[in-house]
């Protein structure tokens, strides 16, 4: 196992979340606790001392898990982290009552690594407003040594991510991301990355592998890859992708199963950073990809200027390009939620005069119909 340096931790560069356990019968509330328990003891005992669990994830069952079972260990030979989940805007008055509770739940006396959970559009404003007293109780309990190092996830805008640090930057010790080959250009990791290597803030990374999909690739991937890295595994170069990034320091993925645990941590025994020409390699087809599947919008903004209801079109789309190309997720309705109701793709009136002065030609009606029928909204 390679380990990277972070203040006075030697921190393993692979983590195991604890987001994506083995659960039973499909039920992901339900946590196949002898198989976790059998991936929790093989990945400590392989190397891996760094353990991610929040409130919400497994329906509130997974910081449970991560306490019956690590609390087997010396509690000073591995480092565990958690987060206030403030992505549910009515525990924002609880982060006192929440955070006690989930030292129980963990059966620790401290986090290592805390976070505020997924900064975004939609709790921004509330995360920063001083009458809930977030950020002051946390720094309390850091400390009192119950807290060890304090940092943030963040699924949102670049802007979003900017503005957090303006207000709490001084007091983030670290930062969370969605970061991967696809999600460079696709979900502006690249421009992310930067803010945070500006800033000086070391990355840890969530969705390595986007959700698994990037553990398999299409028949002409597979081949340039080979011809680049005989012996390289394809989840392999999504994670070399990772270590040719400056500033990552922690690469969590959430693995369910003993075969994708092993492999992941094979990969992680070399720290072996992918050249320019295969890093752009990964890029360009993570491109091509995207563009496949979505729609060919250039953010230009004729459409807003025609817009009646003054929709935020070329957002729509993007968010609807995410949810098409990676068949689901929550990243597009979150987003779609934090709007006002007036905005949302709903809130279109197919009067078409947007598609009128589309370079493009898409058809915004159409696919605001669509994104309504996908999400709800």
């Not at 087809?285 to 060919?296: F, I, M, N, S």
């Not at 905005?343 to 898409?362: H, L």
Request: aromatic share 12%.
């Amino acid at each position: 196992m390679i380990y990277r340096k972070f203040q006075d931790a030697e921190l393993s560069g692979l983590g195991l979340g604890m987001m994506r356990l083995p659960v039973l019968d499909g039920n992901d509330g339900a946590v196949d606790e002898k198989a976790a328990a059998e991936l929790i003891d093989y990945a400590y005992n392989n190397g891996i001392n760094y353990f991610d669990t929040a409130w919400g994830y497994h329906d509130g069952n997974s910081e449970s898990v991560a306490g019956k079972y690590l609390s087997g260990y010396p509690r000073e030979s591995y480092y565990l982290a958690s987060k206030f989940p403030g992505y549910d805007l009515s525990n924002m008055e609880k982060v006192e009552e929440i955070f006690e509770k989930q030292l129980e739940k963990c059966q620790t006396g401290y986090f290592d690594f805390y976070l505020f959970h997924n900064v975004y559009e939609g709790n921004i404003d509330a995360y920063l407003d001083p009458k809930y007293g977030i950020l002051e109780y946390l720094l309390k309990q850091k400390e009192n040594g119950r807290i060890r190092h304090l940092g943030f996830s963040a699924h949102g805008s670049a802007e979003v991510i900017q503005r957090f640090l303006e207000s709490y930057g001084q007091h983030m010790e670290f930062c969370q991301l969605q970061l991967n080959y696809m999600d460079w250009h696709f979900q502006s990791a690249q421009e992310k990355v930067a803010i945070l290597q500006k800033a000086g803030i070391p990355i840890w990374v969530m969705e390595p592998l986007r959700g698994g999909k990037l553990a398999k690739a299409s028949e002409e991937l597979a081949a340039v890859m080979q011809s680049m890295r005989l012996e390289e595994t394809v989840p392999g170069w999504a994670f070399r992708f990772l270590q040719s990034i400056p500033g990552v320091t922690m690469v969590l993925s959430g693995m369910s199963d003993m075969e994708q645990l092993k492999a992941n941590i094979a990969t992680y025994r070399t720290d072996e950073p992918l050249s320019k020409e295969e890093f752009d390699t990964l890029v360009k087809y993570a491109d091509e990809e995207t563009r496949k599947g979505g729609l060919p919008c250039t953010a230009c903004h004729y459409c807003t200027s025609h817009c009646p209801k003054k929709l935020p079109i070329p957002e729509l789309i993007a968010l609807y390009n995410e949810h098409k190309i990676t068949g689901g997720g929550f990243i597009a309705p979150m987003a779609v939620g934090s709007m006002p109701e007036e905005k949302r793709p709903a809130g279109c009136i197919s009067c078409r005069s947007c598609e009128q002065v589309c370079p493009q030609q898409i058809k915004i009606s159409e696919m605001m119909k669509d994104f309504t029928s996908m999400i709800g909204m």
